[in-house]
């Protein structure tokens, strides 16, 4: 996504023209196309806050106090009881090269509670009978004594956890504690973490780290909360590392994957493309790790020789380094223990290699004004293939953008276009169908950024219906989309935390939510065959949007479009039918459904439906379930019935065909 993107603007009043009955008929007695196995992914980047503050657990902000040059942001002075203590930042004490600028803290009274705190990310989320650990460089030249380590309450009145070590003076060392909460303690993010001196004396820091439980108990891990949401999406890949996050506002701020490699103490961070830096715990290893947990395939974006400010480098030999940096990260990935740097992820702690079917090269390059992506596709593509044939190359050009526009690759053929659309509900209603006749012949179609925009922080019960009616297309034309993710993913719902809205998943530092589109996403991704069954409709209502400046302009008057969307796969393994119908209009609809072809039908099938009572409903992080999917179980279904649906609703049916 780019920065400059426009805001597409909200659905306006829609009317509904009622027909006669709804009829849609399935026709398993034709051969319908295959389902990719690979239809539903996630894609990711940093952005609103999505790693730092987010799935990524770390809970201490600005841990290596490189945010703000000229202050150390989010720590202050403890001072209590008397005690006297001043902070400042300092870069002469290095660690190393990573970490080479630290806080130092002057203690003048330690009578009381003297020390530093760090504010977290909007919080330090406290939940009961709970360990963490927390980590830190320390070193004093003229201090001994006791370092005691605390999770409590701003205004230091409660201590929930808490935990001390005995410092040892001289150089650098690293200390790890324990703390643990009682059962008692209440859940709150009105807290901090502080670190206090029992002495007086000066005393430097660096590296300083607080981690509650991870998914999967891996170090530097992720969010359990977080990651169980998207396992209960079953996604089958993941996109990464972006984005614009990928590119970079300039060449020494793209994604420094080799940077991000081995321990946190190695790791220097950079500065993002969203207004905040990025500490790069989460690296290339957590990244494929992250695929790991939650078996998926990852989809690896390599770096082209274009950045978001619009610099960029002709293919030639001053683009051969960038060439040889992404062979180089496809062998990380991919490469056995006797390989260089297949060596250096077995030192990082994963000696098995990881499979990789798909590479991308850059990321929207479309918006590259000097044209020559054809000739860094080329090169990449042409080093990539002669290294590892059998992977499958995906370009950032040539499919057609949100804008309509397509500029076709010339001089190498990809195995896919990544194409990218952010709308609002009423386009991606009246463009379900993009897809139908798009050019088998063609490479196929990666939708790797896409989402209905509406809604703030995260996506209202219009936006799920346009995601749903979008998601019908997809999968009815699936032989020829073979991937598609939704973007962004992740959003910081504090104030100030994000940069775009309308994000899939919303949280703070204690919860999180899914919004009405992450259920429409699950109801998709985890109720899908093999095959797509062909469907007709017949009688299908409409709807007709107000008009507009535009339109006026024009001297024309908005055209109807369908009120309803739907489309049928089969579980030829399990004899299951998935018919999935979105009814987009304010009123119920009475459809009747006809099932052709199918032998025998079980009698009971599993109905489950997402619906709102208005447009504008939604989730938050106050009301995280105020629209979730409803299962039921419905009876006397046969090849030919009727079903009430619901207005305002994504319906998924579950049929056993014996």
């Known amino acids: 996504m780019k920065k400059f993107a426009g805001i597409l603007s909200l659905c306006l009043v829609v009317a509904t023209i009622a027909k006669a009955q709804v009829k849609l008929t399935v026709d398993m007695t034709k051969p319908g196309v295959n389902v990719s196995p690979r239809l539903y992914g996630l894609m990711t980047e940093e952005i609103n806050h999505s790693y730092d503050g987010g799935l990524y657990a770390e809970l201490i902000s600005n841990r290596i106090f490189k945010d703000d040059p000229k202050q150390p942001a989010n720590w202050s002075a403890v001072e209590s009881g008397g005690a006297r203590a001043t902070i400042e930042l300092d870069s002469k004490q290095p660690i190393n090269k990573a970490l080479t600028t630290c806080l130092k803290l002057v ?20 939940k009961p009978q709970t360990t ?79 981690f509650p439980p991870t998914y999967n108990n891996r170090p530097n891990g992720n969010r359990i909360d977080i990651m169980q949401k998207m396992a209960d999406m079953q996604p089958k890949f993941l996109r990464f590392p972006g984005g614009n996050f990928l590119e ?49 395939e990852p989809l690896l974006a390599v770096y082209a020789g274009y950045t978001l400010k619009g610099d960029h480098m002709d293919a030639g030999p001053f683009l051969k380094p960038f060439v040889d940096e992404a062979l180089e990260e496809i062998e990380y990935v991919t490469g056995g223990v006797n390989t260089k740097w297949g060596a250096v992820r077995a030192k990082d ?75 609002n509900a009423w386009e991606m209603e009246e463009d379900a169908a993009h897809y139908d006749d798009y050019d088998r012949k063609s490479p196929k179609i990666f939708v790797g950024e896409w989402a209905t925009r509406e809604g703030s922080p995260t996506p209202n019960m219009n936006a799920a219906l346009g995601d749903a009616a979008w998601m019908t ?74 008009p507009n400046k535009r339109d006026s302009a024009r001297n024309v008057m908005p055209k109807p479009i369908p009120a309803m969307f739907y489309v049928a796969t089969q579980d030829t393994k399990n004899g299951i039918l998935y018919v999935k119908i979105v009814n ?32 504008q409903d939604t989730n938050s992080i106050n009301e995280p379930e105020k629209i979730i999917p409803v299962k039921q179980e419905i ?18 049916l579950k049929l056993k065909i014996k």
């Open 473 to 546: 297309g997809m999968e009815r034309n699936s032989d020829h989309v073979i991937m598609s993710c939704y973007a962004p993913l992740f959003v910081n719902v504090n104030p100030g935390a994000m940069q775009w809205s309308s994000d899939l998943i919303g949280y703070n530092a204690l919860n999180s939510y899914g919004s009405p589109s992450y259920y429409a996403q699950q109801m998709f991704s985890t109720n899908v065959g093999d095959k797509v069954v062909p469907m007709q409709g017949e009688n299908i209502p409409t709807q007709t949007r107000a």
């Open 635 to 652: 009876t006397a279904v046969t090849k030919n019935f009727n079903r009430e649906i619901d207005a305002y609703s994504v319906n998924v």
């Open 132 to 210: 963490y650990t927390a980590s830190f460089y320390a070193r004093s030249d003229d201090a001994e004594g006791k370092l005691t380590a605390a999770i409590e309450s701003n205004n230091g009145n409660i201590i929930y956890a808490t935990a001390s070590t005995t410092l040892i003076k001289g150089g650098w060392k690293k200390y790890t504690l324990k703390l643990s909460t009682t059962a008692s303690a209440k859940p709150t993010t009105d807290a901090r973490f502080v670190i206090t001196a029992s002495h007086a004396g000066s005393y430097w820091f660096n590296l300083i780290s607080l």
């Open 584 to 615: 987009a209009s304010g009123k119920a609809q009475t459809v009747n459904l006809d099932i052709k072809g199918a032998g025998a039908i079980n009698s009971s099938a599993t109905l489950t439906v997402l619906k709102g009572s208005g447009p």
């Open 248 to 296: 970079g506002d300039l060449f020494a701020t793209r994604f420094p994957w080799k940077e991000t490699l081995g321990p946190l103490e190695n790791r220097p961070g950079h500065p993002g493309c969203w207004k905040y830096r990025a500490s790069d715990g989460m690296g290339l290893l957590e990244f494929l790790e992250w695929c790991e947990d939650l078996k998926m």
């Open 107 to 126: 203690v003048t009274n330690a009578n009381g509670k003297a020390g530093i705190a760090n504010s977290g990310y909007w919080g330090i989320p406290v």
């Open 349 to 423: 702690g994963h000696p098995a290699p990881f499979k990789l079917r798909y590479v991308e090269i850059g990321n929207e390059d479309g918006f590259d004004v000097s044209h020559s992506y054809d000739g860094r596709f080329t090169q990449f593509y042409d080093a990539i293939k002669a290294k590892y044939p059998q992977l499958q190359l995906i370009s950032t050009v040539g499919g057609k953008d949100g804008l309509g526009r397509r500029t076709p690759i010339k001089s190498r053929v990809p195995q896919a276009y990544d194409e990218h659309y952010y709308r």
